[in-house]
């Protein structure tokens, strides 16, 4: 079996995550690291338990690294460093392609910057929405948009331990996390109902036929019927969207409540459940590893086995859509609420 090189860019949280879904794929022969890269490995204390692969401070030298093809570079550094880490990456010699962590950038305009320069490399570059291969999400899908009627109110909590030390962005409006778990949220929605066919959206309380036309993985998302619902989402109030993002409670919990005309549907990211109360209650608990599919769907991509499901528009819409959204009265309160009408 052809395995795929990696490198790793990034060991904070996000970073280990996915340092130990490589090392296990690893040991099942579908992937295989080859460095690992953070300024804090200067720190002795740091580099315990780090892997026996080339370990650098400066992404500049991870680039010039000889790997055998292909390899992938993997960015899980903080959100700043997102867009000019990608886009070193794919005008080096030395990558056949990036997975990067969410969001692109903390501002559309970097964002813009990173595709262009993938459409002049023709690199693969994926953007890391893992939710999305949630099997729970995966499942809800369906349900959302065939079972429950026009959609007129979508509701996400999440809660996390405290932030990282530092994670504050040069840019962007929101606390890092917030931002970024924002991005993969409003993506969540985009991929939703960026399907091929029909899609019943509420719009000011009346029912309207999207059609997407002609939509596969390799195009934006953002054409034809479909580009002119998305910009005109800052006109039109499509569904009433409410996120709360809590750094407080003990436990760690991901939770959306889609609200139609004739139902609702729950997912519970973490657990793993979806559950319906339209006609009759229904709850359904899957199983399988998000990170894991995410990294399969990224091993098909760098093989030329299959394109990445998610094309990097649904990265720059998302941006676009976070940028619009009015914080809390506090920025830094640990009950971020936001309300978006879209």
Request: glycine share 6%; proline share 5%; aromatic share 8%.
């Amino acid at each position: 079996m052809q395995k795929v090189y990696v490198s790793l860019a990034g060991i904070g949280y996000m970073g280990r995550n996915h340092l130990a879904k490589i090392l296990k794929l690893q040991d099942a022969g579908k992937m295989e690291l080859v460095a690992v890269c953070d300024p804090r490995l200067a720190e002795a204390s740091y580099r315990t338990g780090m892997p026996n692969v080339k370990q650098y401070e400066r992404f500049e030298d991870l680039l010039r690294l000889d790997v055998p093809k292909p390899h992938l570079v993997v960015i899980a550094s903080p959100t700043q460093y997102h867009a000019p880490q990608s886009m070193q990456a794919l005008i080096s010699p030395k990558v056949s392609g990036v997975l990067c962590e969410k969001p692109m950038s903390a501002n559309s305009k970097e964002a813009i910057e990173v595709r262009q320069t993938q459409k002049f490399t023709g690199k693969p570059m994926m953007t890391a929405f893992v939710e999305y291969f949630n099997p729970a999400f995966r499942y809800a899908q369906r349900l959302v948009q065939e079972e429950i009627g026009d959609i007129d109110e979508i509701e996400i909590v999440r809660s996390r331990p405290p932030i990282e030390k530092g994670r504050m962005p040069e840019a962007g409006h929101l606390s890092d996390v917030s931002f970024d778990c924002g991005v993969h949220d409003i993506a969540n929605l985009l991929m939703l109902y960026a399907v091929h066919g029909n899609n019943k959206i509420s719009i000011n309380g009346h029912s309207k036929q999207i059609k997407v036309n002609n939509q596969n993985p390799g195009k934006d998302l953002f054409e034809g019927d479909f580009q002119f619902e998305i910009n005109n989402i800052y006109l039109k109030a499509l569904f009433k969207l409410r996120m709360r993002d809590s750094f407080v409670a003990r436990e760690t919990y991901r939770h959306s409540t889609f609200r139609g005309n004739v139902g609702t549907v729950n997912i519970d990211y973490v657990k793993q459940w979806a559950s319906i109360n339209a006609a009759v209650e229904k709850t359904e608990w899957l199983q399988g590893d998000s990170l894991e599919n995410m990294y399969d769907a990224a091993i098909a991509q760098m093989l030329g086995e299959a394109e990445y499901p998610v094309p990097l528009a649904v990265s720059i819409g998302s941006v676009q859509i976070m940028e619009g959204i009015i914080p809390a009265e506090q920025e830094r309160n640990v009950n971020l609420t936001m309300q978006l009408f879209i």
